[in-house]
């Protein structure tokens, strides 16, 4: 039997248990949602078990109640396949008003037309993503998150990561897919993105909706997109790189597979930060490209730990999406929401880092050497700007951020004169 390998989401799962009668955990396939909710499961119904798809199906057309029969939590894998038990699950929790009775996995995002109720109160939804460093054991843990904002003042000079820039990018290259960590060797650990993206393509992408779409197509966009990567790119500049390249694409083909990459968690942007600190005009207000894991981007692109080596300033890009996965992971039981900031005077905060209570993070991820300085500047002229707004407007002032951290890929953790903390991406956990 696999040795299991614990996740940060567990404890969130455990207390979604305990609060509502069901938890729907959603995510990228391949990610570990199923193994997870296994775990705390005592019965379990496998949706797409070959054998056993026609009959569910029939009997979820019948009487969907009859699959809900079990010991409870129940875990219910991949329950899209059938969308009428997600009211079938939202009625059988109002009926026995208990908690922890059923736990639904799924890899896709349903239309809300096909259900009839958002299950809102009865039914938790729970955003699973693939391993972070801290969870694939390459980040030591030593420095943590929560630690960081309950304790302003934490002592972290001298904390050191033991991975080199090497190690990074094999990681940002392999993935956060944890059947990739049991593979024997490097090779086979960095064919499971590749092949995922494959499947993606060929297959994912036109069964998500059932709506046929050439996966030659699919694999352009999904190039286009890794080539913007952590960038404020346009959709206007992903459609020209895609119309160069494909005959006959329109923008609403590329909404099309835009939104069915979405629903597949392949693809995940981050929002802009937009306070009033500078007119509107100023700040953009567009999306960051970005993917659910580092890997993808790398596997569309087609390119190696070799390659990424000789070109830091790409692999650049790819650390930032490794960084902004982990830190979604590692925020997620203070309900972390990532954005970022920039403004047309080229003044950036790479991450900023809400949590539920109000506090905040202004993040900039540099891999190491003369960018940390300039990273440290932009977030403490950006505190700047908060404060200058908070003179200014004195009924009601913007909160000043908690923490101004530079995460990087360097060796060595630090607390700089300005109160900037240096962080290794590898020593952070939740």
């Known amino acids: 039997m696999k040795e299991y390998l614990r996740r940060i989401v567990d404890k969130e799962l455990q207390l979604r248990l305990e609060a509502f009668g069901a938890t729907l955990i959603v995510g990228p396939k391949w990610c570990g949602k199923t193994t997870t909710a296994e775990e705390q499961a005592k019965s379990i119904l496998k949706m797409q078990d070959p054998d056993m798809r026609e009959g569910y199906l029939a009997t979820a057309n019948a009487k969907p109640s009859l699959l809900l029969k079990g010991e409870n939590p129940r875990l219910i894998d991949e329950w899209q396949e059938a969308p009428v038990l997600w009211d079938a699950v939202r009625t059988a929790v109002d009926q026995r008003q208990e908690e922890g009775l059923f736990i639904l996995t799924g890899s896709t995002s349903v239309d809300e037309k096909q259900i009839h109720h958002t299950g809102t109160g009865r039914i938790s939804r729970l955003k699973m993503y693939t391993m972070s460093l801290f969870e694939s054991g390459e980040s ?69 909706d059932g709506v046929r779409r050439n996966p030659t197509l699919a694999e352009t966009v999904l190039k286009s997109y890794a080539r913007n990567v952590s960038t404020l790119a346009k959709k206007s500049i992903i459609f020209k790189d895609i119309a160069a390249n494909s005959e006959s694409v329109s923008a609403p083909t590329l909404d099309s597979y835009l939104n069915a990459l979405e629903r597949l968690f392949v693809i995940e942007d981050i929002e802009a930060w937009c306070p009033a600190i500078r007119s509107a005009t100023t700040i953009r207000a567009g999306k960051k490209r970005g993917f659910v894991d580092p890997s993808m981007a790398v596997a569309a692109l087609g390119l190696t730990p070799e390659y990424l080596e000789k070109d830091l300033k790409t692999f650049g890009f ?33 991450a900023v880092l809400h949590i539920a209570d109000g506090r905040y993070a202004l993040i900039e991820f540099k891999l190491g050497g003369a960018e940390i300085d300039e990273g440290a500047k932009h ?26 951290m530079v995460i990087t890929g360097g060796s060595m953790a630090y607390t700089r004169e300005d109160g900037v903390k240096v962080i290794p991406i590898a020593c952070l956990k939740d």
Request: aromatic letters at 8%; hydrophobic letters at 40%.
């Open 140 to 208: 030591n843990g030593r420095i943590s998150l929560k630690e960081l904002f309950d304790n302003q003042n934490m002592d972290i000079d001298g904390i050191s990561s033991e991975m080199r820039i090497d190690d990074l990018i094999f990681a940002a290259c392999r993935g956060g897919w944890p059947s990739s960590l049991r593979k024997k060797s490097d090779a086979a650990k960095l064919i499971v993105a590749r092949d995922y993206l494959r499947n993606v393509y060929e297959s994912d992408v036109s069964t998500v």
């Open 379 to 404: 977030l403490l002229k950006i505190r700047e700007l908060v404060r200058a707004y908070n003179k200014a407007e004195k009924q009601v002032p913007l909160r000043e951020p908690d923490l101004l």
């Open 318 to 350: 790819i650390f930032e999406c490794m960084c902004i996965r982990d830190l979604k992971i590692y925020s997620q039981a203070l309900n972390g929401k990532v954005s970022y900031y920039h403004d047309r005077y080229d003044l950036e905060a790479d």
